[in-house]
T-cell receptor
Framework: GENVEQHPSTLSVQEGDSAVIKCTYS??????FPWYKQELGKRPQLIID?????GEKKDQRIAVTLNKTAKHFSLHITETQPEDSAVYFC???????????FGKGTRLSVIA | GAVVSQHPSRVICKSGTSVKIECRSL??????MFWYRQFPKQSLMLMAT?????????EQGVEKDKFLINHASLTLSTLTVTSAHPEDSSFYIC??????????????FGPGTRLTVL
């Protein structure tokens, strides 16, 4: 089955700097890669996703890149703000009705 | 986006009792729902896939007789933790996909249920 690795596990950045979180996946059949943000005690919230027919997607300060050949995808947050502090999870899924497989998460701290 | 609700949000019970958690898709129909468990400072671990009108599919290592899943309608799935023990204490989150309304396969999560077994 699918296996998703995520790095780093913790990340501290100064407010205004950029943050990058990287994930790799094992199943070449995976074609959907969402990123979720989870604040303490709350549900994961989808922040951006990308599909295998696209190499990059951007939404304001957030962007995701996908390299299918290398089987890795990354989350980029620019101009970070304190409210970006949370745990971020990457995930991967192949086609059909299969569930998402999550990475172990990255705890991002944005220092004001 | 689509809304998934979960009830109760918190439950504290004595060891040996059973606890039922409900997951509802409020404005869409979900033929499939997923149940995850999350321990403190850890990732979401898939427990089982709940299919409307059929038996759930459990992940390896998850006891189907302990974690009973029922998906009786297109908007409701329930997870019952039977004979709960302290090691079952965790954050349980359900998830569903709205394929019809959104036209995509975005997966939405419920708010979670924090179970504490004394």
């Amino acid at each position: 089955g699918e296996n998703v690795e995520q790095h780093p596990s913790t990340l501290s950045v100064q407010e205004g700097d950029s943050a990058v979180i990287k994930c790799t996946y094992s199943d070449s059949a995976s074609n959907y890669f969402p990123w979720y943000k989870q604040e303490l005690g709350k549900r994961p919230q989808l922040i951006i996703d990308i599909r295998s027919n696209v190499g990059e997607k951007k939404d304001q300060r957030i962007a995701v890149t996908l390299n299918k050949t290398a089987k890795h995808f990354s989350l980029h947050i620019t101009e970070t703000q304190p409210e970006d502090s949370a745990v971020y999870f990457c995930a991967a899924r192949s086609s059909g009705n299969t569930p998402l497989v999550f990475g172990k998460g990255t705890r991002l701290s944005v220092i004001a | 986006g689509a809304v998934v609700s979960q009830h109760p949000s918190r439950v504290i019970c004595k060891s040996g009792t059973s606890v039922k958690i409900e997951c509802r898709s409020l404005d869409f129909q979900a033929t499939t729902m997923f149940w995850y468990r999350q321990f403190p400072k850890q990732s979401l671990m898939l427990m089982a896939t709940s299919n409307e009108g059929s038996k759930a599919t459990y992940e390896q290592g998850v006891e189907k007789d302990k974690f009973l899943i029922n998906h009786a309608s297109l908007t409701l799935s329930t997870l019952t933790v039977t004979s709960a023990h302290p090691e079952d204490s965790s954050f349980y989150i359900c998830s569903a996909r709205d394929l019809q309304t959104s036209g995509t396969d975005t997966q939405y999560f419920g708010p979670g249920t924090r179970l504490t077994v004394l």
